[in-house]
């Protein structure tokens, strides 16, 4: 919900299909992208990295906080609510960066 309202009140409003300055392509179908190497080398190291991130960050570590460090589960939980939070202000702050500085400088 809390996406939604960022989207809604902090993102300018372009009406769908249409961009500044340029004219519409037409739309692309999924086998004809899935035709382009460099869209499914897209697709694949999208999901090695939700893979990694999620599987990992999300499943194994909470379960080894509470196996292996005898941890309650609150505490898994807590440690996972600080790295989304840190993570939230690391990504707001690098976005910002990356939007004044460009994506290399």
Do not use: C, I
């Amino acid at each position: 919900m809390l996406a939604a309202l960022v989207v809604q009140t902090q993102l300018s409003h372009v009406p769908a299909g249409s961009r500044p300055g340029g004219s519409t392509a037409p739309a692309m179908e999924l086998r004809e992208a899935l035709r382009d190497s460099a869209y499914r080398a897209g697709l694949f190291s999208s999901f090695a990295n939700g893979w990694a991130t999620f599987g990992v960050r999300m499943a194994t570590v909470p379960l080894f906080a509470v196996a292996a460090l005898n941890a309650g589960p609150e505490s898994a939980g807590w440690a996972l609510a600080v790295f989304a939070a840190a993570n939230a202000v690391a990504l707001t702050f690098s976005g910002k960066l990356a939007d004044s500085l460009g994506r290399k400088p």
